[in-house]
């Protein structure tokens, strides 16, 4: 039986996760939530209700276990005789909590993506020192490369980049705390998503890049948009996310210490994504500018904070090496996840 343990479960990422790891016969997990009993109950029943079909909920239900914790305290807020329960129990770990807002304030944003990064990787050696725990895995963000313009390698972390904002830089100053772990002898292995999609809501705030962009052009909201030939938009749906890092997390057992970019490997110009999106959810085509020339001094100041945050993806050039992802994929056969080793190449439908 394999047991897994999962920080930000109750995210985008970690609860698809969670359903992919439950989908299997005999598999466990222990998911690190914050809040009171009844807090925790609350949020488990909006995840079992969310994620799973009325058939297999009162299954997944029994193989899906709430921890009380907060991954911002030492030991991840686990209390000591559950600590030493887990640790005997354990088999897969992942760290997939973290704070995502592209404007938080970066002493907050690292109390959770950075120290919270450490506290995990601190009991995480431990678990694997004296307890049962063979595989250990953290999620990044292929967007650690900040400005960089060159391809991205996954064997790269710090290539003299500056950051587009505080979520950048938090799980860059991660890496680099996980790359002292592993000086010291720990197996962990990183994984670099672009950016995940997911279906479409109502809440902005919960919306993914492309997302935001497109309720705020629906909405009539932005008339004129900066355009830059070599900019493309690089997303991965989130099962094809949570299959890669599960697959090649179970794959790199006792060996995983690689580093695994989930990009798409044929991204969407971004005004070839903008037009495919104009017509699908039939709004108008805003107006394109140069990227040189294109400036924000008419936006009020509700846009520029809508937008501002978003305007760096619109322009920066983005190419990601995958060569230990496809590699890994074609040597494990992960037949979900094949789409990813196929020729990079950008996608220009106009």
Same mark, same amino acid.
């Given at each position: 039986?394999?047991?897994?343990?999962?920080?930000?479960?109750?995210?985008?990422?970690?609860?698809?996760?969670?359903?992919?790891?439950?989908?299997?016969?005999?598999?466990?997990?222990?998911?690190? $939530?914050?809040?009171?009993?009844?807090?925790?109950?609350?949020?488990?029943?909006?995840?079992?209700?969310?994620?799973?079909?009325?058939k297999t909920r009162k299954s997944a239900a029994k193989?899906?276990?709430?921890?009380?914790?907060?991954?911002? !305290?030492k030991n991840m807020g686990i209390t000591g005789s559950?600590?030493?329960?887990?640790?005997?129990?354990?088999?897969?770990?992942?760290?997939?909590?973290?704070?995502?807002?592209?404007?938080?304030? *970066?002493?907050?944003?690292?109390?959770?993506n950075v120290e919270g990064t450490n506290n995990f990787?601190?009991?995480?050696?431990?678990?694997?020192?004296?307890?049962?725990?063979?595989?250990?895995?953290? $999620?990044?963000?292929?967007?650690?490369?900040?400005?960089?313009?060159?391809?991205?390698?996954?064997?790269?972390?710090?290539?003299?980049?500056?950051?587009?904002?505080?979520?950048?830089?938090? #799980?860059?100053?991660?890496?680099? $705390?996980?790359?002292?772990?592993?000086?010291?002898?720990?197996?962990?292995?990183?994984?670099?998503?672009?950016?995940?999609?997911?279906?479409?809501?109502?809440? *902005?705030?919960?919306?993914?890049?492309?997302?935001?962009?497109?309720?705020?052009?629906?909405?009539?909201?932005?008339?004129?948009?900066?355009?830059?030939?070599?900019?493309? $938009?690089?997303?991965?749906?989130?099962?094809?996310?949570?299959?890669?890092?599960?697959?090649?997390? !179970?794959?790199?057992?006792?060996?995983?210490?690689?580093?695994?970019?989930?990009?798409?490997?044929?991204?969407?110009?971004?005004?070839?994504?903008?037009?495919?999106?104009?017509?699908?959810?039939?709004?108008?085509?805003?107006?394109?500018?140069?990227?040189?020339?294109?400036?924000?001094?008419?936006?009020?100041?509700?846009?520029?904070?809508?937008?501002?945050?978003?305007?760096?993806?619109?322009?920066?050039?983005?190419?990601?090496?995958?060569?230990?992802?496809? #590699?890994?994929?074609?040597?494990?056969?992960?037949?979900?996840?094949?789409?990813?080793?196929?020729?990079?190449?950008?996608?220009?439908?106009?």
């Amino acid at each position: 039986m394999k047991r897994f343990f999962i920080t930000g479960g109750t995210g985008f990422l970690g609860s698809d996760l969670i359903k992919r790891i439950v989908s299997e016969k005999g598999n466990e997990v222990y998911a690190l $939530v914050r809040g009171g009993k009844k807090a925790r109950t609350d949020k488990k029943d909006l995840l079992i209700n969310t994620c799973f079909p009325e058939k297999t909920r009162k299954s997944a239900a029994k193989r899906i276990h709430f921890i009380k914790g907060d991954i911002s !305290l030492k030991n991840m807020g686990i209390t000591g005789s559950e600590l030493k329960c887990l640790r005997q129990k354990i088999t897969h770990a992942y760290n997939s909590a973290g704070i995502v807002g592209f404007n938080e304030n *970066l002493f907050k944003i690292r109390k959770v993506n950075v120290e919270g990064t450490n506290n995990f990787c601190s009991v995480m050696r431990d678990w694997s020192e004296h307890g049962s725990l063979s595989s250990i895995n953290h $999620v990044s963000t292929a967007y650690v490369r900040g400005t960089f313009s060159g391809t991205f390698r996954e064997d790269q972390i710090d290539v003299s980049q500056q950051f587009n904002n505080t979520y950048e830089k938090s #799980k860059f100053e991660a890496e680099k $705390v996980i790359e002292k772990y592993r000086e010291n002898g720990m197996k962990i292995n990183v994984f670099r998503p672009s950016l995940i999609t997911r279906f479409f809501q109502e809440d *902005l705030e919960k919306m993914d890049l492309g997302q935001k962009i497109s309720k705020l052009l629906m909405a009539g909201f932005i008339k004129e948009l900066p355009l830059s030939d070599r900019a493309t $938009v690089n997303m991965v749906p989130v099962e094809l996310v949570s299959e890669t890092i599960y697959a090649l997390s !179970l794959a790199n057992d006792h060996v995983g210490c690689s580093t695994f970019h989930i990009t798409n490997p044929r991204p969407l110009k971004f005004k070839t994504y903008i037009t495919v999106i104009s017509s699908i959810l039939g709004f108008d085509m805003p107006k394109f500018v140069p990227a040189n020339k294109f400036n924000m001094k008419g936006f009020s100041p509700i846009q520029k904070r809508l937008l501002g945050p978003f305007l760096p993806y619109m322009i920066q050039p983005n190419a990601f090496d995958m060569r230990n992802t496809s #590699k890994a994929i074609k040597k494990n056969r992960v037949k979900g996840a094949y789409y990813l080793t196929k020729p990079t190449k950008g996608i220009d439908a106009s």
